[in-house]
């Protein structure tokens, strides 16, 4: 196909696999970026909308450069200091990382500097130390969520911002419009994997990017113990790129079947599966929403993912287990995913709603996870989820937005879906009960790593995309021989940007 091989072969393009590219550039590596999917573009026929709903951009593509990110909240969280730690829940031990927050505090500085996070520590008890402030201050409430805020506070209850990869600001692009969360943005305002990190890495000349491209299978040597490439399939045609180091970043389902259909001699139910813990350990977030109606009035449209209660992170009344986060969300057009026949309802519901995520933690068990037919995947079993815990944190969340106004709290008493999946190929010390090591290196490999959700132990109960981000930064700059991350690494500034055939026509804004 005409690729010339790179030092480093990059299967993936969402937070992990972007921001390792980026990272990888900026020590001066040459890195391909392979992804099944293209680049989003703004719409022309739809000019006047700041963004378009993912379900609309499904029907078109499946797979896309930027990943998740494109359509995410852009809340970017670091995981907290128990996070690392084993912890008691109710229906079990979250595990311990084999790793503590302070080795991975530091890439969160820097990746907070990357993605142009806006955030605040105050009014959250559960936020862990920073080294650094936040380069930005947080996206304030809009005027009809403030005197919500002040209630909820005004009942002994912390309050705090939701840090923020979005271009606000003098000269950004964001306009605070309503949709953020679950949407594309045409304005390009949303700090995600591909306008963070791949379109500067694009710029340093050293990385290039494979679309539409399918990744069969990482290859070995014989003995099994290095890759040496991969082989990729584009526009039918099946090919090898060779490279001298490969990172698989797919994400938690899709990562686990690339080493799955890698299966050779020395790997004879796919790499990393030694042990039988590929794609086991599937855990994530017990999550819901809830509806809180003050009448017939019809919410404003406005920027409503501003503020969380984490409170009770770690405990709450009359319970001594983790319960979890509330969090504002987006407006999202949740009527469209439903039944025709209670869309409606669902819609008459939704709009007159001030919508909130209800999360807590689902931990990891190893009969959870991907089971694989051959090298297709026939099932996923779910993580057993805390019911109790949630059904806790949502009458405290109910109880809190009655107080706050609200006449009517609706919402299911039980979670709904599993949210922000991890741990299909997690890290840890043991190669029987883990696929990586602490440095993200596939077990008895010298030159294979997995960067993205599938490697994280546990989630916590908060957004897990900063962690994998900080955990890229880490990878590469490990792989460089470095312990700390490079400098300078500036951070983004509002920018006026256009486009280039899906490419950076701006200079990298992490140059010093």
């Known amino acids: 196909m005409g690729v010339s091989p790179p030092d480093v072969v990059v299967v993936g393009s969402g937070p992990g696999g972007s921001t390792l590219a980026y990272g990888l550039a900026r020590q001066g590596a040459r890195v391909v970026v392979v992804e099944q999917g293209s680049f989003l573009g703004p719409e022309p026929s739809r000019a006047d909308e700041p963004s378009v709903y993912i379900g ?87 005027p009809d969520i403030q005197p919500i805020v002040d209630r909820i506070r005004a009942r002994g209850v912390s309050v705090s911002y939701i840090p923020k990869a979005i271009d606000y600001g003098p000269g950004g692009r964001c306009v605070l419009c309503s949709g953020c969360d679950g949407y594309y943005c045409q304005l390009d305002a949303k700090w995600d994997a591909e306008t963070a990190a791949l379109r500067p890495a694009l710029a340093t000349g050293l990385v290039e990017v494979l679309t539409g491209t399918e990744c069969l299978g990482v290859l070995t040597t014989p003995d099994g113990r290095c890759a040496r490439g991969v082989r990729l399939r584009r526009d039918g045609e099946e090919f090898i790129l060779d490279a001298q180091m490969v990172a698989v970043c797919a994400g938690h389902l899709q990562t686990p079947m690339v080493l799955r259909r890698s299966r050779a001699p020395a790997h004879p139910e796919g790499i990393g599966n030694a042990s039988g813990s590929l794609g086991r350990y599937l855990a994530g977030h017990s999550a819901g929403l809830l509806f809180a109606m003050r009448g017939v009035r019809r919410m404003p449209k406005l920027h409503q993912k501003t503020f969380a209660i984490n409170e009770f992170y770690a405990s709450s009344p009359g319970w001594p287990f983790p319960t979890g986060v509330i969090q504002a969300a987006g407006q999202l057009p949740i009527w469209t995913l439903m039944p025709r026949g209670i869309a409606p309802v669902v819609q008459a519901m939704a709009e007159r709603s001030l919508t909130c995520f209800l999360m807590a933690e689902a931990v990891p068990r190893r009969d959870a996870g991907l089971r694989f037919d051959g090298d297709r995947l026939s099932r996923v079993v779910d993580p057993q989820h805390n019911t109790e815990t949630y059904a806790r944190l949502r009458r405290l969340a109910s109880g809190i937005l009655k107080d706050a106004g609200f006449r009517v709290v609706l919402g299911r008493r039980r979670p709904g879906a599993l949210w922000h999946p991890v741990g299909t190929a997690r890290m840890g010390q043991d190669p029987a009960t883990s696929v990586v090591d602490p440095t993200c290196r596939v077990h008895g490999m010298e030159n294979l790593y997995v960067v993205d959700s599938s490697v994280l132990p546990s989630a916590g109960a908060v957004n897990t995309t900063l962690t994998v981000i900080a955990l890229a930064l880490k990878v590469a700059a490990e792989v460089a021989g470095r312990g700390r991350p490079a400098e300078p690494a500036l951070g983004h500034e509002p920018t006026v940007a256009t486009r280039s055939g899906g490419r950076a026509a701006w200079p990298d804004p992490h140059s010093a």
């Open 56 to 142: 609309d951009v499904m029907q078109r593509a499946r797979h896309w450069v930027g990943g998740p990110s494109k359509f995410y909240g852009a809340a970017l969280y670091r995981l907290r200091e128990t996070d690392f730690q084993a912890t008691t829940t109710e229906g079990g031990v979250s595990p311990a990382w084999p790793m503590r927050y302070s080795d991975l505090e530091p890439f969160y500085c820097d990746a907070e500097r990357l993605y142009g996070v806006r955030g605040s520590v105050a009014d959250d008890p559960s936020e862990p130390p920073h080294s650094q402030g936040y380069a930005h201050g947080p996206i304030e409430h809009e």
